[in-house]
């Protein structure tokens, strides 16, 4: 049972322009979410993450947007550079688990083109 | 400032045979979990220890154990390897603050090979 989905294996933009990743959610118990992003030989590096009593977070580039209603996540990237060429993976937790375990989605390739 | 650091980068075992990985958490970290992530899936939670117990564990059979030391670091150790446990394994090092874990920051990962 995927509780939580990238649907989009990869995709791919041209610098300067916007990249939106998405992830879906199943279950209404999640109530933080995550996005990390991971480069080959590397553990995947946290970057932005938002709680549900927001439906936006923003840090620099990189802006979270959280539908509850719809249980649905996106990742947009503004402007996109080559360097963000990565594996993102969006991850969900709930509050009433203490140890933050985390439920990942299978992960969506971004590529940046020159 | 350190970040988390595992231990060794690539292993490969036989079938049967038992492993043992280590990691080293960040630095000012007491919580470490483990993940195991197959090629083209995202992470999945194996077990989390603080105050060197077990604190949660995931849908993973008892084949997959581990053990947290005094100064944090952490081992994961696997029995009896089967050809479906090759993966790359993550360790993820945080603090507890009030009862809760706060962000997670993962290594590089032990790439397990079995044959």
Redesign the interface.
């Known amino acids: 049972d995927q509780q939580?989905k990238?649907n989009s294996p990869s995709l791919s933009v041209q610098e300067g322009r916007i990249s939106i990743l998405n992830c879906d959610y199943t279950n209404s118990m999640f109530d933080y979410f995550?996005w990390?992003k991971k480069y080959p030989?590397?553990?995947?590096?946290?970057l932005i993450?938002i709680s549900s009593i927001k439906d936006k977070n923003e840090d620099g580039r990189f802006t979270v947007f959280l539908n509850k209603s719809a249980k649905h996540l996106s990742l947009h990237i503004v402007p996109s550079q080559p360097g963000d060429s990565a594996v993102y993976?969006c991850?969900a937790t709930w509050?009433s688990?203490?140890?933050?375990?985390?439920?990942?989605?299978?992960?969506t390739t971004l590529q940046v083109k020159p | 400032d350190a970040g988390v650091t595992q231990s060794p980068t690539h292993l490969i075992k036989t079938r049967g045979q038992q492993v043992t990985l280590r990691c080293s958490p960040k630095s000012g970290h007491d919580t470490v979990s483990w993940y195991q992530q197959a090629l083209g899936q995202g992470p999945q939670f194996i077990f989390q220890y603080y105050e060197e117990e077990e604190r949660q564990r995931g849908n993973f059979p008892d084949r997959f154990s581990g053990h947290q030391f005094p100064n944090y670091s952490s081992e994961l150790n696997v029995n009896a390897l089967l050809l479906g446990d090759s993966a790359l394994y993550l360790c993820a090092s945080s603090l507890v603050a009030g009862g809760f874990t706060d962000t997670q920051y993962f290594g590089p990962g032990t790439r397990l090979t079995v044959l």
Do not use: C, R, W
């Open positions: 939580v990238q995550l990390y030989a590397e553990g995947p590096t946290f993450s993976f991850a509050g688990s203490n140890t933050g375990k985390l439920i990942f989605g299978q992960g």
